[in-house]
């Protein structure tokens, strides 16, 4: 089976812009889930999407917002980005077993 | 909401030698246990899980991880560690379908 893919890898924006990115989870996986990773504050999660429905949030500000499409692929939309906002996102897709499979991630860098 | 703690920021460690990295969690209900690990700008790649059954679980890569719910931890253990083990170690919990994570702990293995 193919693993969690992500794109775009690499992606350099300017303050105010607004950014998608997009993520395809393993074949036959419902759960799609974001997670913000910064040297600082570490793994935070974003939010998870089961079957097109957002299932849990994190503590981000409305300006992060994902979706999930009928065939379980989704995005994330970060709007009015900000220089904090530079941050490597991962995207995971939920196992039968409670585990998440990760992706390589898409490194945002906000200039 | 559950919480994860990893004690060592940083672990120095010379190749051959065992090594013990720790992992402590805030609540023993209905948890299921992950360790990931993270090589530089990679997404995270699942290590091992506990579900129920034997405290003992044993992973990729020769580590293994012992659940005790009494001191409500997820230690995990390689006997003998290579240089290619560097990297990021995290510790994750699923409480309910909220995923939980550690705030890592780097692996230096010396030679």
């Known amino acids: 089976k193919a693993g969690v893919t992500q794109t775009p890898r690499y992606l350099i924006k300017t303050r105010g812009q607004q950014v998608t990115l997009s993520c395809s989870p393993i074949?036959?996986?419902?759960?799609v889930s974001w997670y913000q990773q910064t040297p600082g504050q570490g793994l935070q999660f974003l939010f998870e999407?089961?079957?097109?429905?957002?299932?849990n949030k994190g503590n981000f500000p409305g300006r992060f917002s994902g979706r999930q499409f009928s065939n379980s692929r989704s995005e994330m939309n970060v709007s009015t980005l900000e220089l904090g906002d530079s941050a490597l996102y991962l995207c995971?897709?939920?196992?039968?077993?409670?585990?998440?499979?990760f992706g390589p991630g898409t490194r945002l860098t906000v200039t | 909401a559950q919480s994860v703690t990893q004690l060592d920021s940083q672990v120095p460690v010379f190749e051959e030698a065992p090594v013990e990295l720790r992992c402590n969690y805030s609540?023993?209900?209905?948890?299921?246990l992950f360790w990931y690990v993270q090589y530089p700008n990679q997404g995270l790649q699942l290590l091992l899980k506990y579900l129920s059954g034997s405290t003992l679980v044993k992973g990729i890569n020769g580590f293994e991880a012992e659940f005790n719910k009494s001191q409500t931890s997820f230690h995990l253990r390689k006997p003998s560690v290579h240089i290619s083990d560097t990297a990021e170690y995290f510790c994750?919990?699923?409480?309910?379908?909220?995923?939980?994570f550690g705030s890592g702990t780097k692996l230096n293995v010396k030679p």
């Open positions: 994750a919990v699923n409480n309910f379908n909220k995923f939980y």
């Open positions: 999407y089961f079957s097109e429905t957002q299932r």
């Open positions: 074949s036959g996986h419902r759960s």
């Open positions: 609540s023993s209900v209905s948890v299921y």
């Open positions: 995971a897709s939920g196992g039968k077993d409670y585990e998440q499979y």
